[in-house]
């Protein structure tokens, strides 16, 4: 028999997706359903169309956002009469390999760590924009900026992602942020390292790195401790629900 969802859950986790960028929020509720048990292991989830009205996002978000689920192993899906994203057995246990040893000790540190990552990254970016920065600071930022859009590969990608993170707190001018920083993302790093790279969560990074940089160049504390704040914001909702 086919398992069946728990539809008078699903108001309970299933809400309209709020913030910048629904993608993120779309996985991190999806994700958190499927792990909770609300779409148990072998249902097929709802149609499209009854999801992205639940969630109020539109149906190519949400196309996505399973997409997402299926990278990570959450979901399979099949084409054409009869098909639909059917609830995988990984999802039961959620992790392979490596990761399927973590404790649920070191769960909670990476939650503590997204937390504190929200309070020290968007101060950063504040101090660092109320700078008034050399050429050479500023070339540095430009650089590590682009340096991060020129990456291929999911290592080198997430390498030179960090950098950019650490530059910034470098020009906070803030030893104690720059060492605060440097633990959050060391943290990050094992977290991102263990879910699939999603291209869509990838241009959502690349346009906020952006607007952050742009913020600090122009001397705008307020603006780039925001954009970092929803920047911090969309990277938690993602790994909330696929990891943690």
Not at 8 to 35: K, M, N, Y
Not at 211 to 222: E, Q, S
């Amino acid at each position: 028999m086919t398992a069946q969802p728990h539809e008078d859950l699903t108001s309970a986790v299933l809400r309209p997706v709020r913030g910048h960028h629904a993608f993120e929020g779309c996985v991190e509720q999806l994700a958190t359903a499927i792990r909770l048990g609300v779409y148990p292991v072998g249902c097929l989830l709802p149609p499209e169309r009854e999801l992205a009205e639940r969630l109020a996002v539109s149906r190519a978000t949400l196309r996505e956002a399973i997409a997402a689920l299926r990278q990570a192993g959450l979901i399979e899906t099949r084409r054409g009469r009869g098909g639909g994203s059917t609830v995988t057995s990984r999802a039961r246990g959620r992790f392979t390999g490596s990761l399927a040893r973590v404790t649920g000790a070191a769960r909670s540190e990476w939650l503590d760590a997204l937390e504190f990552r929200r309070v020290v990254e968007p101060g950063a970016a504040h101090l660092a924009a109320r700078h008034a920065l050399s050429a050479t600071d500023r070339g540095r930022l430009i650089a590590a900026q682009s340096d991060v859009c020129e990456a291929t590969g999911k290592l080198e990608h997430r390498q030179a992602d960090s950098r950019l993170h650490l530059t910034i707190a470098s020009l906070s001018g803030s030893a104690r942020l720059q060492e605060s920083v440097t633990s959050v993302q060391a943290a990050l790093d094992q977290m991102l390292s263990a879910i699939p790279a999603l291209e869509t969560n990838i241009g959502h990074s690349h346009h906020q790195h952006r607007r952050i940089c742009t913020a600090i160049l122009n001397g705008r504390p307020d603006r780039a401790r925001k954009v970092m704040e929803d920047h911090c914001d969309d990277t938690a909702a993602l790994l909330r629900g696929l990891l943690v």
